[in-house]
């Protein structure tokens, strides 16, 4: 099933002199349970393309439909609900709330929605993410790994569509990245979570289903690695 479809889709920043075409003309789909790794260099256009892909910026041009809902076709109110439910996001500098618990950052999508946790389920996921005896620390007393993990439990709570990732062990050591790359190959393996992932790691690379590169705003080579 093609969970994502992005057509013709471009993105200019500013205007006249120093407008910038950040995203020139890309179109692809995604299929449920797919495992996209988006690779390219420096300024290429990676994470403009996975904010358009969230819901988080508008494009100049194109569309994206996530499960056949063109969602710049949403009202503002409508899209943010849109992505509070159907797109994780998860970044490389963890972006967790300091102020508040590692429960009340994992639990804050479905706060945000009106929602109670499910206990049995809640209780899966921390044991997952290997959080059980740091539920009441606040992010500041966690490790790299661990803010990444509870970062990526928040991302998956409310169950989303799709899961972004921009360059999630970016900022981790060689033993915590590859605990974040294990997590992620096992959400996509186990539970069949689409995820698109920017990433530098050849470790993320190499378990990916398919590789797309970026360059220069546009699709330079789309591999699939595997079936
Ligand atoms: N808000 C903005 N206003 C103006 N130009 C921008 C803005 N955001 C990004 N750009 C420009 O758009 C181009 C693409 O940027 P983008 O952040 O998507 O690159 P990237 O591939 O993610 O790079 P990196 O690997 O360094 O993160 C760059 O030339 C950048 O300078
Ligand atoms: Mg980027």
């Known amino acids: 099933m093609e969970i994502l479809k992005i057509e013709h889709l471009s993105k200019i920043y500013g205007t006249g002199e120093s407008a910038v075409k950040a995203l020139d003309d890309i179109s692809f789909s995604v299929q449920k349970g797919e495992f996209v790794a988006i690779i390219g260099p420096s300024g290429s256009g990676k994470s403009t393309l996975l904010h358009l892909l969230g819901g988080v910026d508008r494009p100049t041009n194109g569309k994206v439909f996530v499960e056949n809902t063109d ?14 439910r159907q797109i994780g996001l998860i970044y490389q500098f963890f972006n967790l709330i300091p102020t508040l618990t590692v429960k ?6 479905l706060l945000l929605d009106n929602q109670q946790e499910d206990k049995k389920q809640f209780d899966a996921l921390v044991k ?18 661990q803010q990444q993990r509870v970062s990526i439990g928040r991302a998956i709570i409310s169950n989303p569509a799709i899961m972004l990732a921009d360059e999630p062990t970016g900022n981790l050591d060689s ?6 790359v294990d997590l992620l190959n096992m959400l996509n393996k186990t539970y069949h979570q689409t995820l698109i992932i920017i990433t530098h790691d050849e470790r993320i690379a190499l378990q990916a289903d398919r590789i797309i590169s970026i360059v220069d705003g546009k699709i330079a080579k789309d591999e699939v690695i595997r079936q």
Do not use: C, M, V, W
Request: hydrophobic content about 35%.
């Open 128 to 145: 997952t993410l290997n959080l059980e005896h740091r539920l009441n620390h606040l992010p500041n007393q966690l490790s790299g790994g």
């Open 71 to 84: 969602i710049y076709a949403l009202d503002e109110t409508r899209l943010a609900i849109f992505r509070r």
């Open 104 to 109: 009340e950052n994992l639990t804050l999508p």
């Open 175 to 180: 033993k915590n990245s590859s605990e974040i």
